[in-house]
C-alpha cells in the first residue's frame, strides 16, 4: 500500500524530465496545439508543456485524445482513466482525472473511490452494467 | 485482464468494440501517467 504524502512518495512523483515553464520555451511547432489547449482549459497543463518538446509527440498525443474522445461515454473514460493511474501511481493524473470526473461529468466520489480501488478497469464496467456504457 | 473479467464485462452487454476502446484508453492513461511520471 502507498502512504500518499511520505518522503517515499514525495521523491519518486517527482518529474525527472525538465518541464517547460511555458509556451514560450517550447518549439514554435508545438505552439498552436498548446494555444488552443490553453483556450480551451484556462491554462497549460504540465503534461502538454512536456510532450510539446517534441511537437510530433504533441500532436500524435492529440490526435489520439481526441479520437478517443469520442469512444465510450465520458463516465466510463473516467473510470479507465483513474484505474490506470492508480495502478501507476500517477498522483498528478488521480487528481486531475478526479477533479473531471466529480466537476464536469457528475461522478460521485463513491464511484471515483471504486474506480480506484478496481485494476484493470473491466470488473467495474462490468459491475456497473450496460446502462453506463453509451 | 482474466478470461474471467472478459466474460463478465460481455454477458454485462460490453461489446467486442467497446473493449478494443478500453483498451486504447488505458494505452493512452499509460502514456500521460508515464510522462508525468517518467
Given at each position: 500500500?502507498?502512504?500518499?504524502?511520505?518522503?517515499?512518495?514525495?521523491?519518486?512523483?517527482?518529474?525527472?524530465?525538465?518541464?517547460?515553464?511555458?509556451?514560450?520555451?517550447?518549439?514554435?511547432?508545438?505552439?498552436a496545439i498548446?494555444?488552443?489547449?490553453?483556450?480551451?482549459?484556462?491554462?497549460?497543463?504540465?503534461?502538454?508543456?512536456?510532450?510539446?518538446?517534441?511537437?510530433?509527440?504533441?500532436?500524435?498525443f492529440?490526435?489520439l485524445?481526441?479520437?478517443?474522445?469520442?469512444?465510450?461515454?465520458?463516465?466510463?473514460?473516467?473510470?479507465?482513466?483513474l484505474?490506470?493511474?492508480?495502478?501507476?501511481?500517477?498522483?498528478?493524473?488521480?487528481?486531475?482525472?478526479?477533479?473531471?470526473?466529480?466537476?464536469?461529468?457528475?461522478?460521485?466520489?463513491?464511484?471515483?473511490?471504486?474506480?480506484?480501488e478496481?485494476?484493470?478497469?473491466?470488473?467495474?464496467?462490468?459491475?456497473?452494467?450496460?446502462?453506463l456504457?453509451? | 485482464?482474466?478470461d474471467?473479467?472478459?466474460?463478465?464485462v460481455?454477458?454485462?452487454?460490453?461489446?467486442?468494440k467497446?473493449?478494443?476502446?478500453i483498451?486504447?484508453?488505458?494505452?493512452?492513461?499509460?502514456?500521460?501517467?508515464?510522462?508525468?511520471?517518467?
Amino acid at each position: 500500500m502507498r502512504l500518499c504524502g511520505s518522503t517515499f512518495e514525495r521523491i519518486t512523483l517527482m518529474a525527472r524530465l525538465d518541464i517547460p515553464d511555458s509556451v514560450d520555451e517550447t518549439p514554435q511547432a508545438s505552439h498552436a496545439i498548446l494555444e488552443q489547449i490553453g483556450k480551451r482549459l484556462g491554462f497549460v497543463p504540465n503534461l502538454h508543456r512536456l510532450m510539446a518538446v517534441s511537437p510530433d509527440v504533441l500532436s500524435g498525443f492529440i490526435a489520439l485524445q481526441t479520437a478517443l474522445d469520442r469512444t465510450l461515454d465520458a463516465r466510463t473514460r473516467d473510470t479507465v482513466a483513474l484505474t490506470v493511474s492508480q495502478a501507476n501511481g500517477c498522483n498528478y493524473c488521480l487528481g486531475a482525472h478526479s477533479y473531471v470526473a466529480a466537476k464536469f461529468n457528475g461522478t460521485d466520489a463513491e464511484e471515483i473511490a471504486l474506480a480506484r480501488e478496481a485494476s484493470p478497469p473491466i470488473p467495474v464496467i462490468a459491475r456497473r452494467g450496460r446502462s453506463l456504457v453509451v | 485482464v482474466t478470461d474471467d473479467d472478459l466474460s463478465a464485462v460481455r454477458e454485462a452487454g460490453i461489446t467486442d468494440k467497446e473493449i478494443v476502446e478500453i483498451v486504447a484508453l488505458s494505452a493512452q492513461f499509460l502514456l500521460t501517467n508515464v510522462a508525468t511520471r517518467p
